[in-house]
């Protein structure tokens, strides 16, 4: 299984997905920095989380424009898997590639903490590992981890089962509409999340739940 982590001037968790990659394929992802044009073939490409550019602008919103985002797109119809981690999830929502928008959070700070995530469908390759309703700790780790999008847009997530995990709903570290903590796209093979499951693979960093994530995504790009 061929994965690849795309790499942007203030990633700060590329090597955490490239660990937990290596681990659940049995091989180290390319990494890929955002200079680049095109896309070797893979069967997974995963934008990690950090503080591209800085987070200057909006979150993510100047590496939605980097050069690596239009082969990005071109994967992304042809079916290829992409997960889009935290800042991830920002580049994806700012490409357009995911709908709605990363806010500040709502008590206006940065949380560093584990949240209890809710699975909402294992009908997704991402999600394949887990039961639907199942109950995770998983650690986040962000200052604009806010999901809004608006009700029109919302009522169609939830009715085509796209909305992938929500917070607990007594543990909502940002004030996310409907306690949205990740999406897919309409065609199931695009994952957007603010919670961090590379950081959640290894005993020694206090919990393994993301491990099913990665070990799902190795049967579903196996079958």
Known sequence: ???????????NCDRDAQVALNAAFGRPPTMIWHGEATLPPHDLIVLPGGFSYGD????????????????????VERGVLVLGICNGFQVLTEAGILPGVLMRNAALKFVCRDVELIVETSASPFTRGYEAGQVLTIPVAHHDGNYFA????????EGEGRIAFRYASDDNPNGSARNIAGILNDRGNVLGMMPHPERAVDPLHCGTDGRAMFAGLMEALAA
């Not at 299984?1 to 990633?11: E, K, N, Q």
């Open 56 to 75: 200057y602008l909006r979150s993510g919103a100047m590496a939605a424009q980097s050069p690596v985002l239009r082969a990005l797109r071109d994967e």
């Open 1 to 11: 299984m061929r994965s690849a982590v795309i790499v942007f001037p203030g990633s």
């Open 150 to 157: 608006d009700a029109a847009t919302l009522d169609r997530l």
